[in-house]
């Protein structure tokens, strides 16, 4: 075995994975939502267009969230709960012509919990509103006929954990933004690409200059308020 002293670049070994590895976000048509995926138009609309793609800064930041629940479920899990609970439960259902689907972070047959990465608890707690985080939570409230549904804000700092009870939103006001969403990119397409309504598997390499994504404050931490296309 031939020796290798030149140093692992391991930023670039882990930058590289990401990449590589990024959940394209596609949805298998224009009436099916992913529970995640809710809250903001705007991204909503970015995933359809094929535009959703994020940065190394966000991907990051993703896998930290991504094995801080493979630790909640795996870890935390074995032996630890007080009562038995049912993690990643799969959830799909139809109202009023729109297709849910996600995974249920947890679900102890009557409270369901979401456990969400913080670098600041106390920032988070403090704007907990989070139209994305009430959207999905409400999906699955109403998949599983929940009364409560809970979000866990683990603190990547130092593990503190805060909770926070929400308010389940009507299913009929999330349908509605579901169809914002389907009108907005029939708009899109329509008026600047010539195109009908398709879900687009590879991101648009060529737009329009005047073609404009939605723009405003959604609420979104994704958009931080102030993404401009």
């Not at 031939?2 to 009436?31: G, H, I, R, S, T």
């Not at 896998?63 to 709960?81: D, M, P, S, V």
């Not at 369901?112 to 907990?128: G, L, R």
Request: proline letters at 4%; hydrophobic letters at 40%.
């Amino acid at each position: 075995m031939m020796e290798n002293n030149e140093l692992v670049n391991w930023q670039q070994v882990l930058d590289n994975y990401l990449l590589e590895n990024q959940d394209p976000f596609a949805e298998p048509d224009e009436k099916t939502f992913r529970a995640s995926s809710l809250g903001c138009l705007r991204q909503c609309v970015k995933q359809r267009l094929g535009l959703a793609k994020m940065d190394l800064e966000g991907l990051r930041n993703c896998q930290i969230g991504i094995n801080l629940h493979r630790f909640i479920q795996t870890e935390l899990a074995l032996g630890h709960l007080p009562h038995p609970m049912q993690f990643e439960k799969k959830i799909a259902f139809e109202h009023l012509g729109i297709k849910f689907t996600g995974h249920v972070d947890c679900w102890d047959g009557h409270t369901i919990y979401d456990f969400k990465s913080t670098a600041n608890s106390e920032f988070s707690m403090k704007y907990p509103t989070n139209k994305a985080y009430l959207m999905q939570l409400s999906v699955y409230a109403y998949a599983l006929k929940a009364k409560r549904a809970v979000l866990v804000y683990v603190d990547k700092r130092n593990y503190t954990i805060e909770m926070k009870e929400i308010e389940i939103m009507p299913i009929e006001e999330i349908v509605k933004f579901c169809n914002e969403v389907i009108d907005y990119v029939k708009k899109y397409l329509t008026l600047y690409l010539d195109s009908p309504m398709v879900v687009m598997e590879e991101p648009m390499r060529f737009l329009p200059a005047r073609c404009r994504l939605p723009n405003g404050d959604f609420g979104c931490y994704v958009c931080k308020y102030k993404e401009i296309d």
